[in-house]
């Protein structure tokens, strides 16, 4: 087997400390390995943390500094752009990778068919803890039920497993072939919320064989500390922008040769993302919940009758931004 190089690329902002960690980490590793950190304009020690940085020869450390903060989907679109390897991750500077990360990632088929492979992970709530052997419900419950995952070199289709499409669009449980995030164009969209979204389903629908390591340990930790200020905990304009992402989302869903197939897995989707939006994430009485809880009733309303009609009602038509117009800040931006 041929060495492998392996780039990480690692959005920042403000949080020098998780840097710390992962330039400990990689020191101690012996696979050749591309750090591309992407400072979003961060006002902490971080452009010093990089600066001091001490990393063996085999560690190269690309370092780019955004000239305006643009959050991120750009951050990551930006080190996509920057990485050599042949194998690619997406990062949070915070994230953990276990210690035996690269002894199961040598024995996934990427170099034997698989455009990308998907992994387990922790869910940690705190950050004492590490290896909490927890994953978000859906999918622990794909784990738990999938077939078509031997060991170790097995490969599938979305044809033989579109259940994949609905583990959570993370984009950070997966391993990608270069040449696949190029050929097939996995960029994030320039929004601050539900960016995930399309790298993930793009992922799937345009590989040909992916890799599932079902056999495999959970591989990183990530947090989700509950905190009032994180993005997941946001109600607001900025989370409008769902709705035309998903209007496109839906189209180029229409149009692949397993539409028939994949359609009722996007359905499944949208139902579980529209409740966790008005029940969960509005669930409080207050005003701002209240009124929010309102305004997303009312487009997924106009979503739902777009999926059972293939037609926008003509208030839709009249108010529905495109995601380019999105992306250019003309409505849910924070640029």
Known sequence: MSVRNYSF??????????????????????????????????????????QNASLPDNITLTYHR????????????????????????????????????????ALAPLENGADFALFKYHLARSHEQRYSYEMHQVDATFFTRIEHAPFPMGTVT??????????????????????????????????????????????FMRSKRFSVLGWAPPLITHYEIEQGTRATNYIGERRMGVFP??????????????????????????????AWMTDTLCARKDKTSREWRKKYKEEIDLFQVYLETGEHSSAQKNQLPSLGRLQRGERGASR
């Not at 710390?20 to 950190?37: A, D, G, M, T």
Request: negative net charge.
């Open 9 to 50: 690329v690692i959005p920042a902002y403000n949080d020098a400390q998780g840097l710390k960690v992962h330039l400990k980490y990689f020191s101690s590793r012996p696979e050749n390995i591309q750090l591309v950190i992407v400072d979003d304009c961060s006002d902490d020690n971080t452009a010093d943390i990089i």
């Open 66 to 105: 955004q000239q305006t903060n643009g959050g991120p989907a750009l951050a990551r679109n930006t080190g996509r752009d920057l990485v050599t390897g042949d194998y690619v991750m997406f990062l949070d500077a915070d994230d953990l990778l276990s210690d035996y990360f690269f002894d199961y990632i």
């Open 245 to 274: 992402l998903l209007h496109e989302l839906h189209k180029e869903l229409g149009a692949h040769p397993l539409a028939e197939k994949l359609l009722p897995e996007f359905d499944a989707f949208c139902h579980d993302m529209f």
């Open 158 to 203: 979305l044809e033989e497993m579109p259940s994949a499409l609905n583990t959570v669009n993370f984009p950070w449980n997966k391993i990608y072939r270069r040449d696949f995030l190029e050929r097939a164009d996995i960029r994030f969209p320039d929004l601050r919320m539900h960016e995930d979204i399309p790298p993930h389903w793009h992922s």
